[in-house]
C-alpha cells in the first residue's frame, strides 16, 4: 500500500512539478480574495481540500504520535491545561512535510499569499518561530490571544498566519475548533472544526482574537494535529508586544 501511495506522489509531483496546488489557485483566486476582505470578524478565509489528499495523506502519515515528540518543545500556561507540543527546527520535521513547508514558504505561494490578503512584500519566516508541526494532547486547550506581533531575530512585523490541520476522522465532539472572536472580545464570531486538509489563513494584528478555548474531549490515543506558518513584512512595528492572551466574559 505503501508503495502504491509514493508512486502516485512521484506522479503527481512530476505531472504539478510542486507539491502547491496551483491549478486550484489560478482558479479560484479572484473568488478567494472577494472572500477574505469581506470575512468577519477580520480577513481571514477557510478553504477545504486545498492540497492534493495524496500529498496531505503522505505528510498525515509522517506525522509521529505524542510517545515520539520528546524532543519536542512543551508549551505550559501557569493558569490552564496547554498540552501544547511543538517542533523547534526544521530538521525535527518529517522529510516529506519538510519539504511542503520549504514549498509554502516559496515566493511562488508568497505571490499567492500576497494577492489573497493584498499584502505587499511579505516575507516568510524560514526559522519557523513558534511555528512547524503543532500536537494538541487530549485536555489541551489555547485560550484566546493574539499573537506577539514582532520577529524575535529580525524585528520583522507579523502580518499573516497559516494554520494547516491534518485530523483525519476528527469528529465534532472531539472539539479542538479554531474561534474567531470580534474586536470587543464580546463574541465568538466563527468557529472552524480542524478537520484534515483544511487550511486557514487570516490577517495577524492587535485585535485578530483567536484560539481554540475548550479542553480537547478527543480519546487518549488522538491529537489535534496541525502545521503553522507565520509571514512578515520587513518594517517593525510601532510598539512590539508578546503574546497577549484575553479575559472571556462568555462561553461564546
Not at 92 to 106: A, Q
Amino acid at each position: 500500500m505503501g508503495l502504491i501511495s509514493d508512486y502516485k506522489i512521484k506522479r503527481y509531483i512530476e505531472k504539478n512539478n510542486s507539491m502547491l496546488p496551483n491549478s486550484l489557485i489560478r482558479d479560484n483566486i479572484d473568488q478567494w480574495k472577494n472572500q477574505y476582505s469581506s470575512a468577519e470578524p477580520f480577513p481571514h478565509i477557510v478553504i477545504d481540500d486545498f492540497f492534493s489528499d495524496v500529498v496531505l495523506s503522505k505528510v498525515e502519515k509522517e506525522f509521529v504520535s505524542k510517545d515520539k515528540q520528546k524532543d519536542w518543545a512543551t508549551f505550559k500556561h501557569p493558569n490552564y491545561e496547554w498540552r501544547k507540543n511543538a517542533t523547534t527546527h526544521d530538521f525535527m520535521i518529517p522529510f516529506f512535510t519538510r519539504h511542503l513547508v520549504y514549498e509554502m514558504n516559496s515566493q511562488p505561494f508568497i505571490n499567492f499569499l500576497e494577492e489573497l490578503t493584498g499584502i505587499k512584500c511579505l516575507l516568510p519566516d524560514t526559522t519557523l518561530e513558534g511555528g512547524g508541526l503543532h500536537s494538541v494532547l487530549p485536555q489541551g486547550q489555547l485560550e484566546i490571544h493574539v499573537d506577539f506581533n514582532a520577529h524575535p531575530k529580525t524585528k520583522f512585523q507579523r502580518r499573516v498566519n497559516l494554520l494547516l490541520y491534518l485530523n483525519k476522522n476528527w469528529k465534532p465532539e472531539y472539539g479542538g475548533n479554531l474561534e474567531l472572536w470580534d474586536s470587543k472580545m464580546s463574541r465568538c464570531e466563527q468557529s472552524i472544526e480542524p478537520i484534515f486538509n483544511r487550511i486557514v489563513i487570516f490577517n495577524s494584528t492587535d485585535d485578530s482574537f483567536h484560539g481554540h478555548p475548550h479542553p480537547l474531549s478527543c480519546p487518549d490515543d488522538r491529537i489535534r494535529k496541525s502545521i503553522a506558518i507565520y509571514y512578515y513584512t520587513q518594517e517593525a512595528p510601532t510598539s512590539s508586544h508578546s503574546t497577549l492572551y484575553q479575559k472571556r466574559t462568555t462561553n461564546r
